[in-house]
């Protein structure tokens, strides 16, 4: 679990430019029941390191949306991307 939580913070002050603080790096419940809502076509976000507004569009295979049982969170399944120091990348 310490490799994952140094791994997830290199890639924080990577893509941040700073090391986290307290809680931005969280260790996420497994076994989180969720329902599927549909395919993921874009994201977007505001950085809290620049406080930018930055949009990343998805290309097929899309990402699948899910959402937990409550409706309290959201994930992406699948797809072809990933999050790097410049964000979401094909």
């Known amino acids: 679990m310490s490799d994952k939580i140094a791994q997830a913070s ?3 002050e990577k893509f941040h430019g700073r090391k986290p603080e307290r809680n931005e790096i969280a260790t996420l419940s497994v076994g989180q029941v969720a329902l599927q809502v549909g395919h993921c076509i874009q994201i977007a976000y505001r950085a809290t390191g620049d406080g930018k ?3 990343h569009d998805f290309s097929s295979p899309l990402p699948l949306l899910y959402v937990g049982y ?3 969170q ?3 399944v699948n797809g072809i991307y990933r999050f790097t120091d410049r964000g979401f990348v094909k």
Do not use: N, Q, T, V
Request: aromatic share 24%; no cysteine.
């Open 74 to 76: 959201a994930y992406l």
């Open 10 to 12: 290199l890639l924080f």
């Open 70 to 72: 409550d409706g309290s």
């Open 53 to 55: 507004d930055y949009r």
